[in-house]
């Protein structure tokens, strides 16, 4: 990976990129620390503080902390997510935006409009709703009056444009930087909030130890359980089967094509970090309606969709939330490799090609053979997403460990790191290749 940073950065059009890349994140994070116009610090470290580390917790993670300070840029990103999360279910349910994702780029482009349009119309509505309800809760301090009303408008219209701003970033950073500029923004603001977690756990289980002893075994198992489960996330993002695809010999004049070996790579982990992200982002929707619905004293029946309740032996009937949360994982695992990968287009994709898997007859076998390997492998997949999930819930419920970034944050940031360091070594073959036939 930094070998591979090193390189970029030697070759001119990369670097320049690299540098828009990391400006352009700069500038999200100079975002984040900037407090909402009129709002009393004091007063929304007291009302969010505690939200933060609560139910909150994965969605001020997501945020890069931006939302527990109630900076103009609180909603961040997520509005986004959300509104990429609602399209890509209603591709199923509208048969007119299923259509447009089989156009191809216009399609993709057009989708990509509308989400957009999404993504204010929901940033309108969030910021609504936090600024009214936190500031019945007083963020606003002694303001009364005219000054209150006018300070309510002008802080939902900085809240909307602070979500519409990051997306455009984001956007910028594909367009003109490295990577997918959504995943990265969602990248560093994971990463900005570790620090503090780890701190956390250094005094909770290393200076808090009632002797060296315990102090060095905590130390170590920590360090031990981080290392494994990023090994393990790698080792999952990397894992692929590969189906041979032998291609028939063409003679067109004088020429022979074809008649050459190759192979079709398929994914364990077919859909990545998106059904994580998605299973986050729904069990957080009830939540938050709730604390905002109750004046930030839900029900008891919330516990069921959070995290920090699950698998804590002193509440053994909130970990039935668990059970959902794995349904869900397993559900968008299938659900997003489905509008993703089409079997039937690659099979006939193949047959067009003159190509045939070896042992199985072109067309529709081919397609079924595809069909069926992809219900193991999403399987596969799904499970291994599960397991770096449910081990840091299960270290935070039974030793009670406060921790915002979790195994999904893992997954997230070594799945974005992995296909951002891929990015890089693609382009730099391309400038390779293209460097080479200029000499020519």
């Known amino acids: 990976m930094f070998r591979t940073i090193g390189h970029a950065f030697k070759v001119k059009e990369i670097r320049k990129r690299l540098i828009y890349t990391i400006v352009m994140l700069i500038i999200v994070r100079i975002g984040c620390q900037l407090p909402l116009p009129g709002t009393d610090p004091a007063v929304v470290k007291e009302v969010l503080g505690g939200l933060s580390s609560g139910a909150f917790g994965f969605f001020d993670a997501l945020t890069g902390s931006s939302f527990s300070s109630m900076s103009i840029f609180a909603l961040n990103i997520t509005v986004y997510i959300t509104a990429s999360i609602i399209i890509q279910l209603l591709t199923i349910a509208i048969p007119a935006l299923e259509e447009m994702q089989k156009e191809g780029e216009d399609g993709r482009q057009k989708i990509a409009k509308i989400t957009r349009y999404l993504t204010v119309g929901l940033a309108i509505i969030e910021s609504v709703a936090m600024v009214i309800g936190f500031g019945n809760q007083g963020i606003f301090g002694s303001i009364t009056g005219a000054e209150y009303t006018w300070t309510i408008i002008c802080d939902i219209l900085v809240l909307t444009a602070g979500a519409v701003v990051v997306m455009w970033m984001g956007e910028q950073i594909t367009e003109k930087g490295v990577g997918n500029g959504i995943s990265i923004i969602l990248l560093v603001n994971i990463v900005s909030t570790m620090p503090n977690d780890f701190l956390n756990l250094y005094q909770q289980f290393v200076k808090g130890a009632s002797s060296v002893g315990m102090a060095v075994l905590a130390a170590v198992i920590i360090i031990a359980l981080a290392i494994a489960i990023v090994a393990f996330i790698v080792y999952l993002n990397d894992g692929e089967r590969r189906i041979n695809v032998q291609y028939s010999q063409k003679v067109v004049g004088r020429r022979t094509y074809g008649g050459q070996a190759s192979h079709i790579p398929l994914k364990v982990n077919t859909a990545g970090v998106i059904p994580i992200i998605f299973a986050s982002s729904l069990f957080q929707f009830p939540v938050i309606i709730a604390n905002f619905a109750t004046n930030y004293k839900p029900g008891t029946w919330t516990r069921f969709f959070t995290s920090s309740y699950?698998?804590?032996?002193?509440?053994?009937?909130?970990?039935?939330?668990?059970?959902?949360?794995?349904?869900?994982?397993?559900?968008?695992?299938?659900?997003?490799?489905?509008?993703?990968?089409?079997?039937?287009?690659?099979?006939?994709?193949?047959?067009?090609?003159?190509?045939?898997?070896?042992?199985?007859?072109?067309?529709?076998?081919?397609?079924?053979?595809?069909?069926?390997?992809?219900?193991?492998?999403?399987?596969?997949?799904?499970?291994?997403?599960?397991?770096?999930?449910?081990?840091?819930?299960?270290?935070?419920?039974?030793?009670?460990?406060?921790?915002?970034?979790?195994?999904?944050?893992?997954?997230?940031?070594?799945?974005?790191?992995?296909?951002?360091?891929?990015?890089?070594?693609?382009?730099l073959l391309v400038r390779n290749y293209t460097g080479f036939l200029a000499k020519e």
């Open 310 to 427: 699950w698998c804590n032996p002193k509440f053994p009937i909130y970990s039935l939330g668990l059970l959902l949360y794995i349904a869900l994982i397993i559900f968008f695992a299938y659900f997003y490799t489905q509008i993703t990968f089409n079997p039937t287009e690659v099979a006939n994709n193949i047959k067009k090609n003159g190509g045939f898997v070896p042992g199985i007859r072109p067309g529709k076998p081919t397609e079924d053979y595809f069909s069926q390997v992809l219900k193991y492998l999403i399987f596969i997949g799904a499970v291994g997403l599960i397991i770096v999930a449910i081990i840091p819930m299960i270290v935070s419920g039974v030793f009670n460990a406060s921790l915002s970034f979790a195994g999904t944050s893992l997954i997230i940031v070594v799945g974005v790191i992995l296909e951002t360091a891929k990015k890089l070594e693609s382009m």
